[in-house]
């Protein structure tokens, strides 16, 4: 882990009205990625699956082709559909390695109490050689996507390059918004505003 603390949730992965739904709620360690200090949270929901499933076949079907992208929301939609294709490729190249990684990850996490123990420097150099892997692939991945660039996909391989890159797994509480006295808007933005 990169902050060494196994005891600082940040993320709120359920809700009041999905309490209900909930079988089962646990972290997986074992699963946790290589270079993050975030760990899987795994839900079991009581859900009729055949039924998910159909409704999910069903609106997968309605995906359209390439076209034009000429508004957002078709944007976000082939941002999501590249988005897939790239966690695919990957899958091709490493899962064996992925398989392996999880087992070294379990196996460090069961001896985190003995931090000079063999399997964490092992699971360590693993997971360094892993990034390299999954860097590589989504490295051809992309020159793959640039290389069959036209004229209406530019925008978004623009978008990819300079939109931000995420928070760096920090906390973030979002905008709090109330109204004062007098009906106007106070944004709180900063953490002695909330």
């Known amino acids: ?3 060494g603390n196994w005891t ?4 709120v992965f359920g809700s009041a009205h999905t309490l209900d739904s ?3 709620c646990n972290t997986a360690p074992r699963r946790r990625p290589p270079c993050t200090d975030h ?7 009581a859900l009729d699956w055949d039924k998910f499933q159909g409704s999910l076949s069903h609106h997968l079907r309605n995906f359209p082709g390439l076209r034009p992208i000429m508004m957002e929301a078709q944007f976000q939609e082939v941002a999501a559909n590249l988005n897939t294709a790239i966690k ?3 899958q091709e190249k490493i899962p064996q390695m992925m398989k392996k990684k999880n087992k070294q990850s379990h196996l460090s996490y069961k001896f985190r109490a003995l931090p000079d123990y063999p399997i964490h420097e092992e699971h360590q150099i693993f997971c360094n050689r892993l990034m390299e892997e999954i860097c590589k692939t989504r490295q051809e991945h992309w020159i793959s996507f640039l290389e069959d660039l036209d004229q209406h996909s530019v925008y978004t391989a623009n978008r ?3 939109s931000p890159s995420g928070d760096g797994g920090r906390t ?4 709090l918004k109330s109204k004062s006295p007098d009906n106007t808007l106070i944004e709180a933005t900063t953490n002695n505003q909330k």
């Open 1 to 3: 882990m990169s902050s």
């Open 88 to 90: 695919l490729a990957i």
């Open 22 to 24: 909930f079988i089962s």
């Open 172 to 175: 973030s509480i979002p905008v």
């Open 8 to 11: 600082r949730p940040d993320n």
């Open 160 to 162: 990819y390059v300079s």
């Open 39 to 45: 760990v899987p949270i795994l839900s079991n929901l």
